[in-house]
């Protein structure tokens, strides 16, 4: 019996790469948006809820 060659399949791109280090920083500053984001929101709904409190 002859031997047949497989095919070669091409190896597909892996998230084992090193990502380049501006993601890094990408990813702390969405980070920070996010959680100033929240704190505001978080204040005004607790503003907005004080201000029910009768005096």
Same mark, same amino acid.
Do not use: D, H, N
């Given at each position: +019996?002859?031997?047949?060659?497989? !095919?070669? %399949? !091409?190896?597909?791109?892996?998230?084992?790469? !090193?990502?380049?280090?501006? #993601? #890094?920083?990408?990813?702390? %500053?969405?980070?920070?948006? *996010?959680? +100033?984001? *929240?704190?505001?929101?978080?204040?005004? @709904? @607790?503003?907005? *809820? *004080?201000?029910?409190?009768?005096?």
């Amino acid at each position: +019996m002859s031997q047949t060659a497989k !095919p070669q %399949v !091409p190896t597909p791109i892996t998230a084992s790469e !090193p990502a380049p280090p501006y #993601r #890094r920083v990408y990813a702390w %500053v969405f980070q920070a948006w *996010l959680i +100033m984001f *929240l704190g505001v929101i978080c204040c005004a @709904l @607790l503003s907005y *809820l *004080l201000s029910y409190i009768p005096k």
